[in-house]
Nanobody
Framework: QVQLVESGGGLVQPGGSLRLSCAASGTIFSINTMGWYRQAPGEERDLVAQISGGGSTTYGDSVKGRFTISSDIAKKMVYLQMNDLNPGDTAVYYC??????????????WGQGTQVTVSS
């Protein structure tokens, strides 16, 4: 059974920084991407950043230049360095893994989420 466990969320003042970590456990046949999504109250879950097994990265427009995603695919770890945070970044942040099974079917895994609150 695959589990994703996030850590590093919390309360931070505007302009501050946080680093999120996500550890995946269990057997994953092959990882396509690891990444982060976020969901604020009353809004849809949106992509924050993702990184492929080959190291290619994608960022949401609102976080470009402020957030940096990194990973250790072999260890099934993904990180999100968040700088220059603002109240608009307040949300629950979810770790996500897109994988393939031995039959090449896509499987999505999600963490439970970690709250990030940006407030003075």
């Amino acid at each position: 059974q695959v589990q994703l466990v996030e850590s590093g969320g919390g309360l931070v003042q505007p302009g501050g920084s946080l680093r999120l970590s996500c550890a995946a456990s269990g057997t994953i046949f092959s990882i396509n991407t690891m990444g982060w999504y976020r969901q604020a109250p009353g809004e849809e879950r949106d992509l924050v950043a993702q990184i492929s097994g080959g190291g290619s990265t994608t960022y949401g427009d609102s976080v470009k230049g402020r957030f940096t995603i990194s990973s250790d695919i072999a260890k099934k770890m993904v990180y999100l360095q968040m700088n220059d945070l603002n109240p608009g970044d307040t949300a629950v942040y979810y770790c996500h893994v897109e994988s393939r099974d031995s039959g090449w079917a896509t499987i999505d895994y999600w963490g439970q989420g970690t709250q990030v609150t940006v407030s003075s």
